[in-house]
């Protein structure tokens, strides 16, 4: 990408991952990647975050909904994605709910290799 164009990624990049944590925490993941692609990003990257802001925008109005009535039913799902990124190390992420609804969530690239 030009210079210019690396810091309009850069820019709108943080502005999801404020976005991500307070707020939509379905596009958390896909945050997370593009993140990590701020320094050196690429026609393909722009591409992903485009695909972002146009799934934000389709999805305007849809609401976070919490509800824990009755007896609390913690669940956790978590799934991994292998050699995503361009140093082979993989993502992983999470999400847990207490009832309806996430409350809490989290999408990170892993640290090691194994």
Known sequence: LSKEDAEQFHHLTAKLLFLSQHGRPDIRTAVSF??????????????KLARVMKYLQRTR????????????????WVDASYATHPDIKSHTG?????????????????KIVS
């Open 34 to 47: 593009l993140c990590t692609r701020v320094k050196r990003s690429d026609i393909d990257d722009d591409k």
């Open 61 to 76: 109005t849809l609401t976070l909904n919490l509800d824990a009535r009755g007896p609390i039913n913690t669940q956790w």
């Open 94 to 110: 999470g999400v847990m709910s207490l009832g309806r609804g996430a409350v809490y969530s989290t999408a990170n690239k892993q």
